[in-house]
């Protein structure tokens, strides 16, 4: 059988792997299948496979009525990812998070603090000659020019702020990035966030999950085969520029022009293809968390962010549609510092408990709670030594002819699932472009 007809058989539901295809895509996360939609779009052939179920860290599961994603996840409704849904017809439904009055944790009590100009000069967790610089410094971020700032961490752009305006101000960083690295983290990476997530953040109906599903449609509208726990052992190609590439899954072997390793982290694509990823040093160490979802009857609590001490406390409904009625979803988050152990389960849980205590949430509201007790959120983050966002590696980083590569942690634009979306479509366009010569 010709991989014409496997692939249009596949279309009529039948998963067959073919022997032979233009493109394979290693992973089927956001990376992968969005590397999938660009590259059959551009009428490549294309065979995704996954280890798992499609979906990877953005996959999400059912229980008792309430849909959990992977520890609390946010759309940035400016970034690439919504974008891309955008400009398929596909607009996600859910709630857009309403910033102007926060909860803020400073000394082991949440204070009410009103955002926006007048809110902050009444700031009570900032000194009172500190409330101005913060106000200043916030009405600056808008036309703040990132560029100024990429090379330098942080800890050193703010370096000369009273310290409640630093710990004020790095609390909103780890928000809109999830990195808890001030020392290390590139100041101009973080700003660009920052104004990304000013541009509102979106937590959706149903969970991530629909998210995977509507990008699975979308890949295989287009005449993508998706296989499911397939697992990938190796990638191996010769450096000869149009030499076929051999995809070899457990007892089979795919034969392909151009690959898309976009399996999680720079680890797992040295280990699948034996070569070494271009400037991995640029980034830090895997970027963590702790996360605990609480189940809840309903109850009245907003976000809360700690101030001197990295946690996040969010409800995730009623705002998007993840709880069944009369309940409500809300998600702790404790970042970890690159590197960092969590520590023992259990003093992670009675940490992230008493966190939603004070947050108002009391023992009887909750109705069950799951821990996830240390999550990869992107397996690296731009750092000011090197270079920023544009110092990560590239989508060629493997230096590999027909292997390219695409995560959170690849290219120069994007953090979180934006840059695997980001870094996913320019994979599978060069992908589709390299298959496209072979085929000439
Ligand atoms: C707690 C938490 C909160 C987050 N919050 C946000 C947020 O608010 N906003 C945001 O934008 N992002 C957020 N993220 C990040 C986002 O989830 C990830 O950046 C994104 O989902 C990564 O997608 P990916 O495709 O690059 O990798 P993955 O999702 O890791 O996908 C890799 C896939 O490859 C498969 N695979 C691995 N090895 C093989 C193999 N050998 N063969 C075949 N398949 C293989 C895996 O099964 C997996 O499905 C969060 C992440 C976490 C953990």
């Not at 009590?109 to 409330?131: A, K, Q, T």
């Not at 590239?394 to 994007?414: C, R």
Request: proline letters at 5%.
């Amino acid at each position: 059988m010709s991989p014409t007809e496997i692939h249009q058989q596949h279309r009529q539901h039948q998963p067959v792997i073919p022997t032979e295809t233009d493109v394979v895509v290693v992973g089927a996360g956001i990376a992968g299948l969005c590397a999938a939609i660009a590259s059959a779009e551009r009428g490549a052939q294309v065979v995704v496979v996954d280890a798992h179920t499609a979906g990877g860290r953005a996959s999400s599961t059912e229980r008792d009525g309430f849909r959990l994603n992977l520890g609390g996840h946010a759309l940035y409704r400016r970034g690439h990812l919504a974008n891309l849904l955008t400009t398929h017809a596909i607009c996600p439904a859910g709630g857009v998070v309403d910033g102007t009055t926060i909860g803020v944790l400073r000394d082991g009590e949440v204070h009410r603090v009103v955002m926006g100009p007048i809110g902050l000069l009444r700031n009570p967790v900032l000194r009172s000659r500190s409330r101005l610089r913060m106000a200043a410094l916030f009405a600056r971020l808008p036309r703040l020019d990132p560029a100024g700032l990429t090379g330098r961490s942080v800890a050193d752009w703010l370096g000369d702020e009273p310290d409640d305006v630093r710990q004020f101000m790095e609390m909103f960083i780890r928000l809109a990035t999830y990195t808890n690295a001030p020392g290390i983290f590139d100041a101009g990476a973080a700003v660009i966030q920052l104004k990304m997530a000013m541009g509102g953040v979106l937590y959706v109906d149903g969970g991530w999950g629909l998210l995977v599903a509507a990008l699975r449609r979308l890949a295989t509208d287009a005449g993508a085969i998706v296989v499911d726990h397939a697992e990938v052992r190796a990638v191996r190609c010769d450096a000869t520029p149009g030499s076929r590439v051999e995809v070899q899954l457990g007892d089979r072997m795919i034969i392909a022009g151009a690959v898309v390793v976009s399996a999680g982290g720079p680890d797992t694509a040295e280990r699948l293809t034996g070569a070494a990823v271009a400037n991995r040093q640029t980034l830090t160490a895997p970027i963590t968390a702790s996360c605990l979802d609480l189940a809840v009857r309903r109850v009245e609590v907003g976000l809360v962010l700690g101030m001197d001490e990295p946690v996040y406390l969010s409800p995730h409904a009623p705002l998007a549609n993840l709880a069944p009625a009369g309940h409500d979803l809300i998600s702790l988050m404790r970042y970890l510092v690159p590197g960092e152990a969590a520590g023992d389960a259990g003093t992670v849980h009675a940490g992230l408990l008493t966190v939603a205590r004070l947050a108002g949430v009391s023992d009887d509201d909750v109705v069950f709670e799951r821990l996830l007790h240390r999550m990869v959120v992107t397996h690296g983050a731009p750092t000011a030594s090197g270079g920023g966002l544009a110092g990560r590696p590239t989508i060629h980083a493997l230096g590999l002819p027909g292997v390219l590569v695409a995560a959170d942690w690849v290219g120069p634009s994007g953090l979180l699932a934006d840059a695997s979306s980001t870094s996913g479509e320019q994979a599978g366009i060069a992908a589709a472009r390299l298959c496209a010569n072979i085929n000439r």
